[in-house]
């Protein structure tokens, strides 16, 4: 039975579809866009919080899944912290209007500026390794950090199906392993030593993993910090960053698992912690926003090549660059539409759909029965907003795809224009179009230093 939430997706999502053709926003000028649905991010966002109910907790996106100052805005207003892991992702955090107490700082990387920056501020700081709290010592001994400071572990409690979305395996780059020797002596002397780490911080592993094996993780962190806190004869730590990495469903339009499978296992594994002596952060990305975003391209050329037909499209791995590269992994479903944008409904046959990238392994989509498709229909790739039109990868230098967000009050569907698409003029002035002399010109420095600079047009003359 198809619940309320996934006819509701469904029928926006058409709606959303259907008006940006009609509207032009999307056709042979501008054969790529994004769409995220609206009221599904609202409603993503109070599952979640339905889900906890009572429990104390701040509940933070994690940037990397949509890092678009709307989307960060609308999730902002929804009440939402941000978990952002580099100075862009802090930056862009900042601009949609999250404030310091409500940011959580997890990079693996952090330079000195980066850390004195977020304790100065009272931004969250989850530390990844002993180095790193070496740097926070100094930095500490000058002036008190303004914001909680945990230290993430590594529970070491396995993989998932897809090795590189879990961290939590033996050798993970992230945290602290803690069934390495001496691992868990070590972090209570860090304890012990700093009266002013008051956190623990764990994250097993996003898409491929299972809610048993996340619950897994997260009771060893618990068993930690009762183990810390009973050692150093106080309640030292008193929150613990419990990550997110909810799967999604991408074989369908439902929510499965839900937050409420989620917390429901929490409940089962390890009830203490749910049970409002820790202040709890939770960080979440894909599965808030991933059904709720949709990539439509139009199909620019059909034909056939060993008895398989290929729909030549502009969506390829510029934007859906796991699904081409990882397709076992990161499969995504297809929609066939025509060229008004409605449902095709046309005899299914076996198709490939391609992208626009120069290598054979740009595909989308392999053997699957769709409508035949023809030059000028569209095709959408569902469950794409996270990771996918946010996260683009220049390849070819394809500029990236404008993005729309979308609400359909009374049958009517309204837009809102979240990125604009990049222009051509803007790929070219990214890639040093301003420079474009300067090694020409480093090969007439003569033995002194000088250089010989001829008169020339300005690059932003000439280019295209």
Not at 388 to 417: E, I, K, Q, W
Request: hydrophobic letters at 45%; one cysteine or more.
């Amino acid at each position: 039975m198809t619940s309320a939430v996934a006819r509701r997706r469904r029928s926006a999502r058409q709606a959303a579809l259907a008006r940006v053709v009609e509207q032009g926003l999307l056709g042979p000028g501008q054969p790529l866009v994004g769409l995220l649905d609206v009221d599904g991010i609202r409603a993503s966002v109070a599952a979640l919080t339905a889900a906890f109910g009572d429990t104390p907790v701040l509940h933070t996106f994690a940037a990397k899944a949509c890092g678009l100052v709307p989307v960060l805005r609308l999730l902002a207003d929804a009440g939402m912290g941000c978990e952002v892991a580099s100075p862009g992702e802090l930056e862009q955090a900042l601009a949609a209007g999250f404030t310091p107490e409500r940011l959580v700082l997890d990079s693996p990387a952090k330079t000195v500026e980066e850390l004195r920056h977020a304790l100065a501020h009272g931004i969250a700081v989850n530390v990844d390794n002993f180095q790193e709290l070496a740097r926070i010592d100094a930095i500490v001994a000058e002036r008190p950090p303004a914001g909680p400071i945990g230290i993430r572990v590594n529970p070491q409690v396995g993989a998932g199906a897809i090795g590189a979305m879990s961290t939590a395996t033996s050798t993970s780059k992230f945290g602290i392993a803690l069934r390495d020797p001496g691992a868990v002596e070590a972090v209570v002397e860090a304890f012990a030593r700093r009266p002013w780490l008051n956190r623990l911080h764990a994250h097993v592993g996003s898409q491929g993993c299972p809610l048993s094996l996340i619950a897994a993780g997260l009771r060893a962190t618990h068993e930690l910090a009762e183990h810390i806190n009973t050692v150093l004869g106080r309640r030292q730590i008193t929150g613990l960053d419990i990550g997110g990495g909810l799967p999604v469903n991408f074989a369908g339009d439902e929510d499965d698992p839900t937050f409420t499978d989620y917390v429901a296992e929490l409940r089962a594994a390890v009830p203490e912690l749910l049970d409002g002596r820790y202040q709890l952060v939770t960080e979440f990305g894909r599965s808030l926003l991933a059904k709720n975003g949709t990539i439509a391209s139009l199909v620019e050329y059909t034909k056939s090549a060993g008895g398989r037909r290929i729909a030549i499209t502009h969506a390829g791995a510029q934007v859906a660059t796991r699904t081409v590269f990882m397709p076992q992994a990161w499969p995504l479903r297809v929609g066939a539409f025509d060229a008004h944008g409605r449902p095709k409904n046309a005899p299914q046959e076996i198709q490939d759909v391609a992208g626009p990238c120069c290598f054979a392994g740009d595909l989308t989509a392999v053997g699957r029965a769709l409508p035949l498709l023809e030059p000028g229909d569209v095709v959408a790739l569902y469950d794409t907003g996270a990771y996918y039109f946010s996260s683009h990868f220049a390849y070819n230098s394809l500029p990236r795809p404008a993005v729309y967000g979308y609400r359909v009050v009374d049958d009517t569907v309204h837009l809102a224009t979240v990125r604009e698409a990049q222009t051509v003029r803007e790929v070219v002035r990214e890639s040093g179009a301003a420079q474009v002399h300067a090694l020409v010109d480093l090969l007439a420095t003569n033995s002194s230093g000088n250089e010989s600079q001829p008169d020339r047009p300005d690059p932003e003359e000439v280019a295209v």
